[in-house]
């Protein structure tokens, strides 16, 4: 009997495991999954919960719930990972050999990275909302705040579903506007790169949404600390920027598991083969979502997509056939705008996101580039969409794990 | 676009980048730091060689990755190219922008 082992049982494990399972034959393969949570979290939530959009019940579930039949599923922390030998050790001292192992671990935050940030005034004064723990702390806070600074703030790059910081702007926006106190908040919005929209495109499309939301804008700055005794952020540079309140998204690093097992970049993420998604270092170790060290925006969509290619390539490789260098990096995804409209985009590896509709070329229903009310139901559909078809692996009608340039006025990117 | 610097005519984007990193020498860096108001120092081009050193390796450019270096600190990296040191070492580098993902 060959084992395969699925380290993760998040949005990309969970996935694999609902795919492999009627792929693989039974007889020949056995299939198990680790995870050290019993509770899976629809994360893209984690961005409504702050605001009471969503409820605590509506992002989280049982992880196993949603391991298949015929799937081993442990629940325990992994401790290492030993590539030279086939095998892991879990915490409890347990081994597990492995023919194939795939590595779907995640990201996560980091705010032990930055001096100043998770000290006295961590949940506090100085939030993040990329936790559940976080993102309930921060509803809280923001039930009862009187109004203030609020700084929103991105640590470094790159970090999973990059525009959640900006859709937290926009809601947060539309947030205190419908509880009559926008004029006692100042909003502002601090990040690394040149603007708050990466891609040249995005931006000469996007810009006025800030300045419609009367939204100020810092960039280029680099955080070097936070003086939570003076309540402000200070850069390499030396620009400081006072907040009341600071709403951050810390660094993003891979497990330290990554960094234990020696398997990984700076911030612990796997060198992977960014068209077939195997391992760099070993051709039986695959990686998938935001574990590996992708080029491609680290987001359930883009897990979604390479999944497929994913399965198709471990089908291969059994086999013994050549890989299919398939994976373009394609990713969509809806941006929130508040007042109930949002935007979607479309892009990959080297095409800019483009105008036009999605996913019947001409038609839509969704409009890419442009804020809508369907949209924003897309966004809000995607939930259920997420529990109910995402994680099973069940295919999502009409939407390709390629991107189609059909319907879309697109630019090839620099 | 097209432009003579050190006496060599080279293809920048319309940002002043080098479309084509064989163009480059320590002649067109030097050009290309004065057009930044930066005189390079023997300090400036080991940070230049760092530069190219992760440029070949393919390996991202981050301030991150400066700061575990150990061979390097932060702060005087934004001494040496004052406002945006990662874009403008680059471009005196010769090579490409970094680039963040949406
Ligand atoms: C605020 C926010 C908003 C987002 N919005 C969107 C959106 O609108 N659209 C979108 O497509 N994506 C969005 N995302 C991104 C999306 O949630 C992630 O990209 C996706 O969940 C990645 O899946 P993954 O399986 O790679 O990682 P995860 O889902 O994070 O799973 C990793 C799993 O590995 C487990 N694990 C890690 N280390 C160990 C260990 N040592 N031992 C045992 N288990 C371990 C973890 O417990 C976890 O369950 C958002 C994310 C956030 C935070």
Redo the contacts with the bound molecule.
């Keep these: 009997m060959k084992k395969l082992i699925i380290?993760?049982?998040?949005?990309?494990?969970?996935m694999m495991a609902n795919h492999l399972v009627s792929k693989l034959d039974k007889k020949d393969w056995n299939i198990t999954i680790?995870?050290?949570?019993e509770t899976?979290?629809y994360?893209?939530g984690?961005?409504f919960l702050p605001f009471d959009i969503y409820t605590t019940k509506q992002v989280k579930k049982k992880?196993k719930k949603f391991i298949p039949k015929g799937v081993n599923y442990v629940q325990?922390?992994?401790?290492l990972i030993l590539p030279a030998e086939n095998k892991v050790t879990l915490e409890s001292g347990k081994d597990l050999n492995y023919d194939i192992l795939i590595v779907?671990?995640?990201?996560?935050t980091a705010p032990d990275e930055t001096e100043g940030m998770d000290g006295p005034e961590w949940y506090k004064s100085i939030f993040d909302?990329?936790t559940y723990e976080g993102?309930k702390a921060l509803r809280d806070k923001l039930r009862k705040w009187e109004g203030g600074k609020l700084v929103i703030h991105i640590t470094e790059m790159p970090i999973?579903?990059p525009v959640?910081p900006l859709e937290f702007a926009f809601l947060a926006d539309s947030f205190f506007k419908h509880k009559g106190m926008r004029d006692k908040v100042d909003i502002t919005f601090v990040t690394p790169l040149d603007g708050a929209f990466t891609k040249p495109k995005a931006t000469a499309a996007l810009h006025y949404l800030l300045e419609e939301k009367n939204i100020k804008e810092v960039t280029n700055f680099n955080i070097e600390r936070v003086d939570y005794e003076n309540n402000k952020i200070i850069d390499y540079a030396d620009t400081e920027v006072e907040y009341d309140l600071l709403v951050t998204v810390p660094t993003n690093m891979g497990?330290?598991?990554i960094e234990r097992s020696g398997m990984g970049d700076d911030l612990n993420y796997i060198p992977t083969n960014k068209a077939t998604l195997q391992s760099i270092d070993n051709e039986n170790i695959f990686a998938?979502?935001?574990?590996t060290n992708l080029p491609a925006s680290?987001?359930?969509?883009?897990?979604?997509f390479e999944a497929e290619i994913l399965t198709d390539n471990i089908l291969r490789y059994i086999n013994g056939e050549p890989l299919k260098e398939e994976f373009d990096g394609h990713a969509n995804?809806?941006i929130e705008t508040g007042n109930g409209k949002a935007l979607l985009i479309d892009f990959n590896y080297t095409h800019e996101p483009v105008e036009g509709t999605f996913p019947f070329p001409g038609v839509g229903p969704l409009s890419l580039l442009k804020e809508s009310r369907t949209n924003h139901m897309g966004?809000m559909a995607?939930r259920w969409i997420y529990w109910n078809m995402l994680i099973k692996g069940i295919h999502i009608p009409f939407v390709s794990a390629t991107m189609t340039e059909k319907g879309k006025n697109y630019e090839e990117a620099k | 676009m097209k432009k003579v610097l050190a006496n060599k005519e080279i293809d920048v984007n319309e940002e002043g980048y080098l479309l084509d990193f064989t163009q480059w020498n320590k002649e067109v860096g030097n050009s290309l730091a004065e057009e930044c108001d930066i005189v390079l120092t023997p300090r400036h081009w080991e940070f230049i060689e760092y530069i190219h050193d992760k440029y070949n390796k393919e390996e991202p450019l981050s301030i991150r990755g400066i700061k575990k270096s150990g061979e390097f600190d932060v702060k005087e990296f934004y001494a040496l190219f004052p406002g945006g040191p990662l874009k403008k070492a680059t471009l005196i580098a010769g090579i490409p922008k970094p680039k963040s993902c949406i």
Excluded at chain 1, 298 to 304: E, L, P, Q
């Design positions: 380290l993760g049982a998040g949005t990309s494990g969970t680790v995870d050290q949570y899976h979290y994360q893209p984690f961005l992880g325990e922390k992994i401790e779907a671990t995640g990201t996560k909302f990329y993102a999973k579903c959640a497990d330290a598991l998938i979502g935001d574990a680290k987001a359930g969509s883009v897990a979604h995804c809806f966004k995607f």
